[in-house]
């Protein structure tokens, strides 16, 4: 894992000495991402600086070092993430004649786009990556992402410069940075409390979307190519349409065989390899999987808190100890959160509020005391329909459509200038606007939009200010595209796909652990997992009111039932409890009249 920046400067008026110094400065951002070598590649006469910062996972020789040079000498590349089947591509290769002389994935990446070219070798690769490639013969940069969105790439022009890094703090570091507040996207933060990409809470800087290559030719500055390789919709599309047609059993083993092959490859590094492990289904899927292929105890870590309400820890303990793990468990405090707090605008750069960026930042630096990788089960709530609002949301549409459609328009009649008023006269349950959600709710005219409203932190940000424009997302009026003969559970599914996931789940995931270089890997990401899990019928995903139901016979093959009758917790934190107990004072602090009005 590492972290990867770069210029391009149109205007060729930099020298090589200045172009190295500039790039350098944007990595040494970054070397939190990449604490074990850093590397500069210059062609001061297209204006070009690449820049990396590597944490060595595989091959840790020197050999492995980036920027790399195919050994044709047309491409070079500042890759960030893995390649897990770069040993099955490496074979193919050295069949059709090249030779490697070292072992690191991002030789064998460089090595493919020169056998196939970028828009063929992109699809053959399985993995996570945020990859920088510039062609010297026809002078076109490529920025590659992933196909789910693990790893971070943004992008954007300052006048005549074209900058590119993984993280925004890289661009504060060019001399010529200067980018206003997007205030859509700030709009969008106040719904989300993430900023979905290709949205930045800059107005001149980009998200690479997921699965996509974002082509900039030198020589016409102005064109920038935004070409998807990969499609998620399209996923979604052909496995709605080709349903599995197996008996529940068929698919319970093939899931269970592309986990131990997803799993399985993620397992291999030249550094110590443990997971993160929870005790709910996820997670202890992948480490049953991972226990079932390891000739040696697996190292699993999990958080706990004093709170029952939220300390998953005993239930860790128990898969822990049925697997024989080496289990380590780290118990926080509102101590230790208020500790971490200080530190999280500088680990996500731009507004992002999920709570669970303390306790993942916290077992992510526990974790890296031990180890340098880990597995996590993110993905699979999103896959298999672990949501529970997924059904809240299908039940809440079929009660609706039983309302009149006369009390419905009440709902989009009804101002917030009433608000105060009908507040004193409503049951608690409804009080603080909680009636103006169950209204918008009854107002909505379709499935997603009622979604939208369950989601949506707070439903109309535009009210907060003048010039609040919200842009168009997957979340947004218009919804995501239309898929035929996709059920209705699939739709909020697909929704979570294209938002919540890439860019909150993995967001959180990525800068946590990233800030104390550890690289995490998610095998339910695997987009063979991906594309199988769009295929499942409804009934696979869903019975008798619970979701994840074909994941759970995958479970059950290695764990006894009782180890997975509990109910779902979520990975959230006891945040009313601190905030009304230890951390009250310090949240009052922040929230003194006289304070905002010093910083406003």
């Known amino acids: ?43 001061a006469k297209v204006g070009l600086a690449l820049g990396h910062r590597r944490l060595s996972i595989l091959d840790l020789s020197p050999l492995g070092r980036q920027p790399m040079t195919s050994a044709c000498g047309r491409y070079v ?57 510039w062609d010297r013969q026809l002078r076109l940069l490529h920025l590659v992402r992933d196909r789910m969105g693990e790893k971070p790439l943004y992008y954007g022009w300052l006048g005549q410069t074209f900058l590119f890094a993984s993280e925004l703090k890289a661009f504060k570091a ?37 699965g996509t290559i974002v082509t900039v030719a030198f020589d016409r500055p102005s064109i920038v190519r935004i070409a998807p390789y990969w499609s998620l919709v399209g996923v979604a599309e052909w496995g709605s349409a080709h349903p599995f047609q197996g008996e529940a059993a068929e698919a319970t083993s093939c899931l269970d065989a592309l986990l131990q092959e997803a799993v399985g490859i993620r397992m291999e590094a030249d550094v110590p390899l443990g997971a993160f492990l929870s005790g709910g289904i996820d997670s202890s899927t992948v480490v049953a999987v991972m226990q079932a292929q390891s000739a040696k105890p697996v190292r699993t870590f999990s958080v706990g808190f004093e709170d029952d309400r939220y300390n998953e820890a005993p239930h860790a303990r128990r898969v822990a100890e049925h697997f024989g793990t080496d289990h380590t468990e780290l118990r926080v405090s509102a101590a230790d959160a208020l500790e971490v707090i200080p530190r999280m605008p500088a680990v996500y750069d731009e507004p ?45 549409w079929n009660a609706k459509r039983a309302v009149p459609d006369a009390l419905a328009a009440l709902g989009r009649a009804v101002t917030r200038s009433q608000e105060g008023r009908l507040d004193r006269f409503l049951p608690r349950r409804l009080s603080g606007g909680r009636w103006r959600k169950a209204l918008e709710m009854l107002s909505a005219d379709s499935l997603e939009a009622l979604y939208r409203v369950i989601v949506s932190h707070w439903n109309e940000p535009p009210l907060i200010g003048s010039g609040l424009v919200e842009p168009a997302t997957a979340l947004s009026h218009a919804g995501p595209p239309h898929v ?117």
């Open 77 to 133: 590349v500042s890759f960030n993430g893995e390649l897990y089947n770069f040993r099955t591509l490496r074979r193919e290769l050295e069949e059709a004649g090249h030779g490697f002389r070292g072992r690191s994935d991002t030789e064998v990446l460089v090595s493919a786009v020169s056998q196939w070219g970028v828009e063929a070798a992109v699809p053959r690769f399985n993995g996570m990556f945020a990859i920088a490639l």
């Open 1 to 43: 894992m590492c972290g990867i920046a770069g210029i391009m400067d149109v205007r060729r008026e930099q020298g090589a000495s200045v172009l190295h110094a500039m790039a350098s400065r944007m990595t040494q951002t970054l070397s939190h991402r990449g604490p074990d070598d850093s590397g500069i590649w210059v062609d």
């Open 352 to 396: 992002f509020a999920d709570s669970s960026q303390i306790p993942t930042y916290l077992i992510a630096a526990l974790t890296r005391q031990h180890v340098t990788v880990a597995l996590s089960g993110d993905g699979a709530d999103e896959l298999f329909a672990g949501y529970a609002r997924y059904l809240e949301a299908v039940r809440l």
């Open 174 to 210: 060019h001399p010529e940075f200067e980018s206003p507040i997007d205030r859509g996207a700030l709009a969008l933060y106040l719904r989300h409390n993430y900023i979905p990409a290709p949205y930045s809470i800059y107005a001149r800087i980009s998200k690479v979307p997921p």
């Open 484 to 600: 035929k003969r996709m059920d209705r559970v699939g739709r909020l599914m697909l929704v979570d796909m294209m938002t919540y996931l890439p860019d909150d789940i993995l967001v959180k995931v990525d800068r946590a652990s990233m800030a104390v270089s550890l690289e995490v890997r998610v095998p339910y990401l695997d987009h063979r997992v991906v594309e199988f899990a769009w295929t499942l019928p409804p009934s696979m995903r869903v019975r008798s009111g619970r979701g994840k139901w074909v994941l759970r016979q995958v479970l059950q093959r290695y764990v006894p039932a009782r180890l997975l009758d509990r109910q779902k917790m979520g990975f959230g934190i006891p945040l009313d409890s601190w905030l009304r107990g230890p951390l009250r004072e310090w949240a009052e602090s922040l929230l003194d009249r006289k304070r905002l009005v010093d910083q406003n």
